[in-house]
């Protein structure tokens, strides 16, 4: 078995951390993407605490006080293997937080492996005229296994026994599983049969020095927290009211009129874009959409426009009229796209509401007796809504801020097995959401789409590392601790979520991870009492 070859990865050198499997999300695009309310969604970082306020943040694998740190091949604790001889070690520092190790392994300790390989062959080798064990002579035992056989066993040796050497000046800061070979196994093999010594070049990640500009900035942070209008807690338990009242009416055809606010019309919707030369002229396949349920009420979650241009609209008519998309929407191609809308008004309908008074209170919430009491409730769930939406705009907006004011110089071990971990959970949302074949599995986890994922999405990947990055300094450079009590409840809790879905579990993976988001709760708590921050609605 070939131990190396070009770009060769070395196995997994912590045994107690075995590299984990892990799988590709994507994003589902749900009914008519523009006929949805046109908001950025508050970063969607998951990370649990004990508080009733979620906390969240994606905390990758990157190391904190032993936490993927220490790549070394060999076991904490064990001795090296003794050398005859010492080995030439360089190191060369590279980009990505990435050190090159040139070893030189002089003659004596390849000779010592060359013995050790042929004691090892004495004992397993099968020869002809030989009992098992008994001794063969050398050059009978060599021509028999191959020269070409003992020489790579000999290489295999070497790497196996001076790699721990090599890697021992760089144990405390090295990577898990971020070292590989990169010198080709049959330069090796040549170097060895022509000077009974060996050269190799190994490539390891090393764990990224944070710079602060400015030092101690994240200390006195100046915060601007955006927050949507429909976080209002009063308006949202209004329009939740108006929702449940509305679950009671009945839809009747309209016949007599053209379409009102209030309204709700069967349409057809399909757009172009609109261009002086006819041959640019090209159709938005995403616009398209087929006997769509329009509430007119909810007008102002659609294209800046779209409703104003459909008032009046009769069932059976067809109108088509010219929008432009706002430079804030969500997908970028078309922003300040001018397009033409054309809609097919199938059916017309109003609501006949019954009156909204006490008698309708236990439908609209069973078990209240009155609409005040009705009003009431919403309002305090809209609330507490709205504070948990608050405390997580603020959260997004601290960390958007550390993310600008860390330099950080980000190893590809981190980068990649950060976004793979980001895929990994989309794709687990979306099997939860559609039921998906195994041929669909497959295509969404090959290397392909996990690849493609990483490129599309490497600014957002290295925003999310930066970001953790971030909190992970601060938390030492604070001197910041968390409850053990805290964290043995929060471990149980993960615990029983595993055993109650019937998942495996690594329960020092669990505890591992649980402290991080401690302590990326705990980071965030400090910063918002310290910070200066300023609300603005939109």
């Known amino acids: 078995m070939e131990l190396c070859s070009t770009s060769s990865t070395v196995p997994n050198l912590n045994p107690s951390r075995p590299r984990r499997s892990l799988l590709p999300k994507i994003s589902l695009s749900l009914a008519n993407p523009f006929l949805q309310f046109n908001k950025r969604p508050f970063n969607a970082?998951?990370?649990?605490?004990?508080?009733?306020?979620?906390?969240?943040?994606?905390?990758?694998?990157?190391p904190r006080s032993s936490s993927r740190v220490s790549a070394s091949p060999v076991a904490e604790g064990t001795e090296l293997d003794k050398l005859p001889a010492d080995l030439a070690i360089v190191e060369t520092p590279e980009p990505n937080s990435r050190l090159r190790l040139s070893v030189e392994v002089p003659p004596a300790v390849c000779e010592d492996c060359y013995k050790r390989v042929v004691e090892e062959f004495q004992k397993k080798a099968k020869v002809p005229g030989y009992r098992p064990g008994s001794y063969v002579p050398e050059d009978y035992l060599v021509r028999y296994?191959?020269?070409?056989?003992?020489?790579?066993?000999?290489?295999?040796?070497?790497?196996?026994?001076?790699?721990?050497?090599?890697?021992?000046?760089?144990?405390?800061?090295?990577?898990?599983?971020?070292?590989?070979?990169?010198?080709?196994?049959?330069?090796?093999?040549?170097?060895?049969?022509?000077?009974?010594?060996?050269?190799y070049d190994l490539i390891v990640d090393v764990a990224p020095e944070i710079k602060w500009n400015p030092e101690n900035g994240y200390k006195n942070l100046k915060i601007a927290v955006e927050l949507d209008n429909e976080i209002d807690a009063l308006r949202a338990s209004e329009q939740e009211l108006r929702r449940r009242h509305k679950s009671l009416g009945i839809l009747r055809i309209v016949t007599d009129r053209g379409l009102q606010i209030g309204d709700v019309a069967v349409i057809d919707i399909s757009a172009k874009t609109l261009d002086q030369d006819e041959s640019k002229v090209q159709k938005i396949p995403s616009a398209e959409s087929k006997d769509f349920n329009f509430d007119t009420e909810d007008g102002d979650k659609v294209l800046p426009g779209f409703l104003d241009s459909l008032i009046g609209i009769r069932g059976g008519e067809t109108r088509s009229f010219p929008l432009v998309f706002p430079e804030s929407w969500r997908q970028e191609h078309l922003r300040g796209v001018r397009a033409e809308f054309t809609v097919v008004c199938k059916e017309l309908f109003y609501r006949d509401l019954p009156e909204l008074n006490d008698s309708l209170a236990d439908k609209l919430i069973p078990g209240c007796t009155t609409i005040e009491q009705v009003r009431q409730t919403l309002l305090t769930k809209c609330r507490e809504v709205e504070k948990t939406a608050k405390d997580q705009a603020t959260d997004n907006a601290i960390l958007h801020q550390l993310c600008k004011m860390v330099e950080v110089d980000i190893p590809q071990s981190i980068f990649e097995e950060q976004g793979r971990q980001l895929y990994g959970t989309q794709l687990l949302e979306l099997q939860a959401k559609v039921k998906l074949n195994e041929k669909q599995l497959a295509a969404l986890s090959s290397p392909k789409a996990v690849n493609e994922y990483l490129r599309v999405q490497k600014e957002n990947i290295t925003a999310v590392i930066k970001q953790n990055l971030a909190v992970g300094d601060i938390f030492k450079r604070e001197n910041l601790e968390c409850p053990t009590e805290e964290l043995i409840k929060e471990v149980e809790n993960s615990i029983s979520e595993f055993k109650r879905h019937k998942q495996e579990y690594d329960e020092d993976r669990v505890k591992e991870q649980v402290q991080e988001v401690l302590e990326g709760?705990?980071?965030?708590?400090?910063?918002?009492?310290?910070?200066?921050?300023?609300?603005?609605t939109k």
Not at 154 to 167: D, F, K
Not at 522 to 536: D, G, M, N, P, T
């Open 521 to 536: 709760a705990k980071v965030l708590e400090w910063l918002r009492e310290r910070a200066e921050i300023q609300y603005i």
């Open 45 to 62: 970082l998951t990370l649990s605490s004990s508080s009733s306020r979620q906390i969240h943040l994606h905390r990758p694998a990157f």
């Open 145 to 199: 296994v191959g020269r070409k056989s003992v020489q790579k066993a000999v290489i295999e040796s070497i790497l196996r026994r001076t790699l721990p050497h090599a890697m021992s000046s760089v144990t405390d800061r090295a990577l898990q599983d971020s070292v590989r070979i990169i010198s080709k196994f049959s330069d090796m093999l040549e170097m060895y049969s022509s000077s009974n010594s060996v050269r």
